[in-house]
């Protein structure tokens, strides 16, 4: 899998906040990452912090009230500023502490779950913005490394199948069961990981966008907990 830090004609890479939240996509470019190296153990964050079921938000009290090294000090610190940079922007960052997602039942003709490559899409315009500090990150994948999956002949039929209404209702179907904002990656493909600590800015499907959205999907943990940073 490739590294966060090599970019194709989709991404570009900035030096700061300002010119992450700044700067706007436009030709092929659709993701962009603001690349750092942080200091801190941030993997000691995600051990205090008591985690109860599959998924939980994490509040900056909880985060002062942890007893911490000198190295998990300095981590506390960090994520408290990434949250006020957010914050300052207009933002409404979340941080989340993540044993897994829900899944898609098996029986799904495929799931539309995170862990599927997949598009945000909003009624108004916004980006995504994330950032992994403990464990699996995110992964990204060129728009030309997939086929929408409703444009699959076979799972196309099974849509159908599925649907039994009228043609001219068929679209909206598969917007309002969000069927069509997942894709299939090409046998060809390479996906992207998003690293760590680097924090990105993803396009979104959204009226007036002048770029495509941005195929993205959650890792598998694998076990390990993460802590995550989106909004």
Known sequence: MKEATLTTNQIQCVLNFQDLVSTPFH??????????????????LANKLAQKGTIRAIDEDELFGLQLSEQGMLAREILLNDLKLFEDYGASP????????????????????VYSFHVDRS????????????????????NSQAIQ????PEIRDELKKKYRGSDEGFDSFLSEHFFDLHYQAKPEAQPISLGLGHIWKLAVDHPGSQVLPCLHRAPEEHGQTRLLLIC
């Open 149 to 152: 999956k409703v444009l699959v």
């Open 27 to 44: 030709a092929e470019m659709n993701a962009m990452c603001w690349t750092r190296k942080l200091a801190g153990d941030f993997s000691e």
């Open 123 to 142: 009624p108004v315009p916004i980006d995504t913005f994330l950032c992994t500090y403990v464990g699996q990150s995110s992964e990204l994948l060129p």
């Open 94 to 113: 979340i941080l989340n502490l993540i044993n897994c997602y829900e899944r898609d039942h098996p029986s799904a003709i495929f799931p539309t779950d």
